[in-house]
């Protein structure tokens, strides 16, 4: 009799926890690659703008600054005292990372080169775990999950790589 009382409410818990489920996997592999590649693309580019002068743009703030970039005076400083990266020369290191956290972030951004450029930022969030702030994986744990789903499923339908892609197929059938 104690079964009878307890299955109607358990199986209705169940249909509702299955049509949860799916309509989690309905949600188009496109939007998650899209929201991953805009927010892991704006953590990089906002790390960027950090080591520059004379050139901000902020999407979100409206803020733009469009002169010709030059590297900050802290961001040397920052490399020698803080970050310290071994077998590289903080003069070295500074101007690279601002070049490729601006570059990769763009790509991605844009959803082009998607998978090389989530390849380059995931080898920067490594090395920025191991050396410099090792003590930020959860952080750094989540970069890298979302840089790993770009580079295992690509940029979706919402970047140029996929418009590129059937272009090129387009040409390729003739």
């Not at 690659?33 to 990089?44: C, E, K, L, N």
């Not at 763009?106 to 080169?113: I, M, Q």
């Amino acid at each position: 009799m104690t079964t009878d009382k307890f299955s109607k409410p358990l199986q209705a818990c169940a249909q509702v926890t299955a049509r949860l489920i799916h309509r989690f996997e309905s949600i188009p592999q496109s939007l998650i690659a899209f929201i991953g590649r805009f927010s892991i693309a704006a953590v990089f580019w906002q790390s960027a703008q950090t080591k520059v002068d004379n050139f901000s743009i902020d999407l979100i703030a409206g803020n733009f600054q469009l002169g010709w970039p030059q590297l900050s005076d802290s961001a040397v400083a920052l490399f020698r005292d803080e970050y310290k990266i071994p077998l590289m020369a903080p003069e070295l290191a500074a101007p690279l990372a601002a070049v490729a956290e601006h570059l990769l972030a763009l790509l991605l951004l844009l959803g082009l080169g998607s998978r090389f450029a989530a390849c380059g930022l995931l080898i920067t969030t490594l090395v920025i775990q191991i050396f410099v702030y090792p003590d930020a994986y959860p952080t750094h744990g989540t970069w890298i999950a979302v840089l790993l789903f770009i580079m295992v499923y690509g940029p979706g339908r919402i970047s140029l790589d996929y418009a590129l892609n059937r272009h090129i197929q387009k040409l390729i059938r003739g």
